[in-house]
């Protein structure tokens, strides 16, 4: 008993750290490639956990606050607070031979000297010097926030991120918000505060400065409330506390559901940024909506990630009262090759279609069995042929395959001639795998996709007359002017018979005869577009 209740204890420790690595990764990747994203589409809620502190998640919490909060401090805080320097006026008493530095007060300047030196003019005068400082608790409190501050972005730089080193624009960025920080801790004032700030607890500062504070607008009642969010920040779930997360407009339990398919599909993003198979404007971000347009082994494809029920740019269906379908992405040629007639749409080349499903109760391969038909129906309404599903807790692969196991007929049974066979590969991907072996296991998966996705031929016509005197093995002759017309667009094994009544004209030798309303060829034998001699 106390076996088990251990690992149910671990189980739930694994799915926590899931769930928070899942945020912070999908907000990282998300402020890297598209931060105007993130602030559009994204927004706070409120979640519990007790899940202990990771190191490599408090590393993320460093990051996306520096990277989320950096700008206000640094763009609208400061600017207000150097043209509002908070300064302490003093007043003392001196004397001074002339000249003098304070404003001589001359009653007391002669009272002195009759007592002293009656009838003699005074050599020293009583003076009252007024003096400004900036050394107040506001402007020491500012100087301390700001080497605070100076102190996380150094960090984030030295320490990097266990599972990704920043890149040159991360890095970039941190070092022009090092060069500010800098540049505010270089003026009169910070350096004259810089050795009292440096031991001066910011705690008490707080209480001190808020204690004094003038009503209305003050730019050092935004800097307080600016560093409480910045300490108090953390992204994931929180205990009794605000957090910063990710939601999508569902407010249920599948949540992180959703947080795997975004995460997995940001992670395409990001491998095609590596490679250079991508460029900015070819990018497409919208409510519900991701897909760009990428280069791979030469191959120009489109990756579609769509939250609603177009899986293809042109996805027509073509069942009646048939279901809807949704895989969670698709990949096609950047291009389909497409047959129409009188813009009604004949054939389309079928497209690689992939789903995920973050599924963690159960054992293999029992929870994978209903995801399986789902998809194998999608692909049939799709008339795909190849897909790929993820899954969190599948086993892991045998030598250099990337795929757990393929799903897919023996080829012991009767197969229709020239009818595709269905597959489906089965990855194992979870969120805290490594990156290197991530991006190895996507990089299979777009082989797989370009493999799938050939560059297939124009369509022609081909077609040839069968011989009429042809007789099978039964004793039957063929029907008269039988012709079988390949679709090698289609595939290799792709025919159709078509009677000869649906085609114009004569058969000459060396020469194809032509549908009577479709030109050469085009398209699957569709009868009804057709009209008889």
Known sequence: MTGEMLAIQADETRTQFWSQHLQRRVMRLLLQHDEPLFRRQFRHFFVRSALPPIPLLQQYDRYIRLQTLSNELLDD????????????????????????????????????????????????????????????????????ILLAYRRELQAVVNENLSDEDLDLRERQLFANANARVQRELAAPYARSLSSQARVASIDTLMQHVTQHLRPGPNPYRDLLAWWQRFTQFRTGRADEQHAMTLASKR????????????????????????????????????????????TWRQQRLRFIYNRQLDTSTTYQP???????????????????????????????????????????????????????????????????????????????????????????????????????????????????????HLQRRLRAVLDLAVDVLPERPAPVCEGMCLEARTVNNSGTFLPANTIVCPKKHIGELGNDHVPRQWYAGMLLPGRCARYTRVPDGYGLYQPRYLEPR
């Open 251 to 294: 407010e249920d339990e599948k949540t992180d559901a959703w947080l795997y398919e975004l995460w997995i599909a940001l992670e395409c993003i990001h491998l095609f940024s590596q490679e250079g198979a991508i460029q900015p404007q070819d990018i497409e971000i919208v409510t519900d909506a991701l897909q760009c347009t990428f």
């Open 77 to 144: 805080i400061m600017p207000r607070i150097r043209r509002q320097l908070s300064l302490k006026t003093s007043h003392t008493r001196l004397r001074e031979e002339a000249p003098t530095r304070g404003d001589i007060d001359w009653a007391r300047t002669i009272e002195r000297g009759w007592s002293s030196s009656p009838g003699l003019p005074p050599l020293q005068f009583e003076t009252r010097l007024r003096q400004r400082t900036h050394d107040t608790p506001e402007n020491l409190l500012t100087v301390a």
């Open 318 to 436: 073509d069942w009646q009262h048939g279901p809807a379908t949704r895989p969670d992405y698709t990949i096609e040629r950047a291009q389909p090759l497409e047959i129409r007639h009188q813009g009604a749409l004949i054939w389309r080349e079928p497209s690689f279609v992939l789903d995920a499903k973050y599924y963690l109760g159960g054992t293999d391969p029992t929870n994978t069995h209903a995801p399986l038909k789902k998809l194998l129906g999608d692909m049939t309404l799709l008339g795909a042929h190849t897909a790929a599903l993820f899954f969190p807790q599948l086993p892991e692969p045998a030598g250099e395959t990337q795929s757990t196991r393929i799903v897919e007929r023996t080829g012991q049974q009767y197969m229709q001639t020239g009818s595709a066979q269905q597959r489906v590969h089965l990855y194992h991907i979870e969120p805290a795998m490594p990156l290197l």
